[in-house]
Nanobody
Framework: QVQLVESGGGTVQSGGSLRLSCVDS????????MAWYRQAPGKQRELVAR?????????YYKDSVKGRFTISRDNRKNTVYLQMDSLTPEDTAVYYC?????????????WGQGTQVTVSS
């Protein structure tokens, strides 16, 4: 079972960058496809980026973040990253990492505490 801790969020100005990290202490990280999701106030949680398991990974990005965000993983550290560049106020949300496909919402599924990203104009 995953045990996820996200970090790296904060407040930046439009055009700035942040790097999010997510450590899984559940012990099965390398065998799972992983993803970053986000939830803005009043909106549903959405998939931002995902990365497949294995040594030759594939990635997927939501259209609005293509060319600005980069997902990566380090299986030795049980960590998945999200490098976010050229941030805009529309990127403001709580960001969560989790397995892909996404588990159901709490309480049925496991979700970490997330990390808040706020982009000011």
């Amino acid at each position: 079972q995953v045990q996820l801790v996200e970090s790296g969020g904060g407040t930046v100005q439009s055009g700035g960058s942040l790097r999010l990290s997510c450590v899984d202490s559940g012990g099965h990280f390398s065998r799972m496809d992983m993803a970053w999701y986000r939830q803005a106030p009043g909106k549903q949680r959405e998939l931002v980026a995902r990365i497949t398991r294995g040594t030759s990974t594939s990635t997927y990005y939501k259209d609005s973040v293509k060319g600005r965000f980069t997902i990566s993983r380090d299986n030795r550290k049980n960590t998945v990253y999200l490098q976010m560049d050229s941030l805009t106020p529309e990127d403001t949300a709580v960001y969560y990492c989790n397995i892909f496909p996404a588990p159901p919402p709490r309480p049925s599924g496991y979700w970490g505490q997330g990390t808040q990203v706020t982009v000011s104009s």
